[in-house]
């Protein structure tokens, strides 16, 4: 098994920042892709960051410029630093990971989320 853990979520005025990490555990061969998705209430949940195990970036429209993925892969961690938040980013952030475990298979794994509010 693999458990994801998400910190750093809270309230913060637009115009702030905030950052979250993740931090993966258990049966953990090697990570692929890890991510950060965000959902919204009322919303579909959707892709915000994500980075490849060789550090290649991509983001959501909405977030560029003003968010920043990063990954260690020594310790299995991942965190997004949020820039210059506004409003509409206020949702839930959920962290991803695409492991590859002892037994070489590969799964996708989700955190419990952590929530981030951003007041006007």
């Known amino acids: 098994q693999v458990q994801l853990v998400e910190s750093g979520g809270g309230l913060v005025q637009a115009g702030g920042s905030l950052s979250l990490s993740c931090t993966a555990s258990g049966r953990i061969f090697r990570i692929n892709d890890m991510g950060w998705y965000r959902q919204a209430p009322g919303k579909q949940r959707e892709l915000v960051a994500v980075?490849?195990?060789?550090?290649?970036?991509n983001y959501a429209d909405s977030v560029k410029g003003r968010f920043t993925i990063a990954r260690d892969n020594a310790k299995n961690t991942a965190s997004l630093q949020m820039n210059s938040l506004k409003p509409e980013d206020t949702a839930v952030y959920y962290c991803n990971a695409k492991v590859v475990s002892w037994d070489m298979l590969t799964n996708d794994y989700w955190g419990q989320g952590t929530r981030v509010t951003v007041s006007s």
């Open positions: 980075i490849t195990r060789g550090s290649n970036t």
